[in-house]
């Protein structure tokens, strides 16, 4: 049986293989601290209570039908003030696309933007720019990061990708690291887009910035989050935001994203998503535009839920600090932002009891996860190689015992290496 070329050569995603294969366990009886995906467990982390109570009255309100194809207009008028209010960001709610979760809108960014061969260029480690640049055929022009950085690019890690791009994404925090843009970082980066687009001519494409803001409210401390537009907004007509309430109300599967930026982008990619029909559900869009407004139940929630995240984050970094302390080939990145914190140990090489030499990081994971029952997502998953230590931990899907309870247990297997 033939498919298509694009579907025969499409790799599936290695973190939902590695959260299949724990699920599996869990449900088998194991006692393993799931790190994987970038979800929350329910009975954890539920969603706004107000919320789920209008969700519930929306649909007994009728709200079945379909929705609007750039999404209700109620939720539009309500994320185009929520936007001006918290982040001065003006965009009319003709200049918004609702979708069911920022995936669609990734895509429909992509589909709008980029022919086959088009250069889109993206750091590493970053989330699934690689999978979206092999559904549209672009090429890829991967930007290298340091941990120096935070694995945050730079200008100077930037500057030599951009000549001939269509499409730089960045996402900040950033998934798989936790880390932000500083001002100056992202300063630099949107003057060389502004330079870059000043020297094409009229008839060639401009160079566009995707930016994935899904995590913004959940950032740390004192810690700051930074866009492009507020920063340089001549980048205004060049600059497609993703965004939604997936991540900071806990509310992955309620599915409601949104999109924003110029009007002839926007169009496109809501022609786009009608013919997909990827909308989020008409009652869950009624509610949010209901809930979104309420300020103080909105504040009220989010500080219980990022305080609940970062002491889950400080918990899990703290323990893998000591263990560096003590000796272990472990370090950590402090969080400063969503639900990731990114980890190193540099054990490959070494043997396991079994007598198995752990090559790749892909080998380590699955050590891990039967010897110290831990699981966490190696950075090859995002497009590192495969011998760079790195490790991204979700702990949305954890709670704080279970990251307790686990660090004595990755300190036994740790220690079984030889």
């Known amino acids: 049986m033939q498919v298509s070329k694009m579907a025969g050569s499409l790799i599936g995603s290695e973190i939902i293989k590695i959260g299949n294969e724990v699920n599996d366990m869990i449900r088998k009886g194991e006692q ?10 329910s009975s954890l982390y539920p969603i706004p209570e107000a919320l789920e109570t209008g969700i519930t009255q929306a649909y007994q309100a009728g ?6 194809a750039n999404g209700v207009l109620e939720l539009r008028q309500t994320v185009s003030q929520f936007l001006e209010a918290r982040l001065g960001l003006k965009y009319s709610s003709n200049d918004i696309l609702v979708a069911g979760g920022s995936r669609p809108l990734i895509y429909a960014t992509y589909m709008a933007l980029v022919d086959p061969g088009d250069k889109v260029v993206f750091p590493v480690p970053s989330w699934n720019n690689n999978h979206y640049c092999h559904l549209s055929g672009a090429q890829q022009g991967l930007v290298a990061t340091r941990p120096e950085n935070n694995f945050m690019p730079t200008a100077a890690e930037v500057a030599p990708h951009l000549q001939g791009a269509t499409l730089l994404a960045l996402c900040s925090p950033l998934n798989p690291t936790g880390t932000v843009f500083s001002r ?51 980048l205004r007509e060049y600059v497609i935001y993703i965004d939604g309430i997936s991540k900071a109300l806990a509310a992955t599967g309620v599915r409601v994203g949104y999109a924003f930026g110029p009007s002839v982008v926007i169009d496109k990619m809501k022609a786009i998503l009608g013919h997909i029909g990827a909308w989020a559900p008409k009652a869950e869009q009624v509610a949010t535009a209901h809930y979104l407004p309420q300020t103080a139940e909105v504040d009220g929630f989010v500080d219980g839920f990022r305080d609940k995240v970062q002491r889950s984050l400080d918990a899990l970094y703290e323990g893998l600090q000591a263990l560096g302390q003590q000796g272990y080939p472990v370090e950590a990145v402090a969080p400063m932002g969503a639900i990731y914190l990114t980890i190193k140990l540099d054990v490959l090489g070494k043997t396991t009891p079994a007598g198995q030499t752990i090559r790749t990081t892909q080998e380590l994971t699955s050590y891990l996860i039967s010897e110290a029952r831990l699981a966490l997502v190696p950075f090859s998953a995002f497009g590192t190689a495969p011998t760079e230590p790195w490790f991204r931990a979700s702990v949305g899907g954890a709670s704080l015992e279970s990251i307790q309870a686990a660090l004595p247990r990755l300190k036994d297997a740790l220690d079984k290496l030889q």
């Not at 709200?63 to 609007?68: E, F, I, K, M, R």
């Open 63 to 68: 709200n079945t039908n379909y929705p609007p």
């Open 32 to 41: 393993i601290c799931n790190l994987t995906i970038g979800d929350f467990d």
């Open 184 to 234: 100056a970082d992202l300063e630099e980066i949107c003057d060389l887009v502004i330079a870059e687009n000043k020297r094409r001519g009229p008839d060639e494409k401009p160079l566009y910035i995707m930016y994935d803001q899904i995590y913004w409210l959940l950032t740390f401390g004192d810690t700051e989050h930074f866009d492009p537009v507020n920063l340089r907004p001549e």
